[in-house]
């Protein structure tokens, strides 16, 4: 996302979200940002994007098989919470 700043959850100086911990620590209760991913339209938007984000995550690619119906209710929540930029601009 060239040319554009975004909100999330700070991060550890090695780029892990700071509720890592050897697993989520926050699990059952995490935000939307983290319930909806990778299943975020910056990430769906190609096959490209997606192979993008799936060479930082290892988690992407491997595991359960979500159907489409389970991708589509988590891309309408994630609709719910966009995350804004810090000018105002839903990203």
Request: glycine fraction near 8%; charged fraction near 25%; charge should be negative.
């Given at each position: 996302?060239?040319?554009?700043?975004?909100?999330?959850?700070?991060e550890?100086?090695?780029?892990d979200?700071?509720?890592?911990?050897?697993?989520?620590?926050?699990?059952?209760?995490?935000?939307?940002?983290?319930?909806?991913?990778?299943?975020?339209?910056?990430?769906l938007?190609?096959?490209?994007?997606?192979?993008?984000?799936?060479s930082?995550?290892?988690?992407?690619?491997?595991?359960?098989?979500?159907?489409?119906?389970?991708?589509?209710q988590?891309?309408?929540?994630?609709?719910?919470?966009?995350?804004?930029?810090?000018?105002?601009?839903?990203?």
């Amino acid at each position: 996302m060239e040319g554009n700043e975004l909100l999330s959850l700070k991060e550890k100086s090695n780029k892990d979200c700071i509720l890592w911990d050897n697993g989520c620590t926050v699990y059952g209760v995490r935000p939307v940002q983290c319930v909806t991913f990778p299943f975020w339209e910056s990430i769906l938007a190609s096959e490209e994007t997606w192979e993008i984000a799936a060479s930082g995550c290892p988690g992407i690619n491997s595991g359960i098989t979500h159907s489409k119906e389970a991708i589509m209710q988590k891309i309408k929540l994630r609709s719910k919470y966009p995350i804004i930029n810090k000018t105002g601009v839903e990203v």
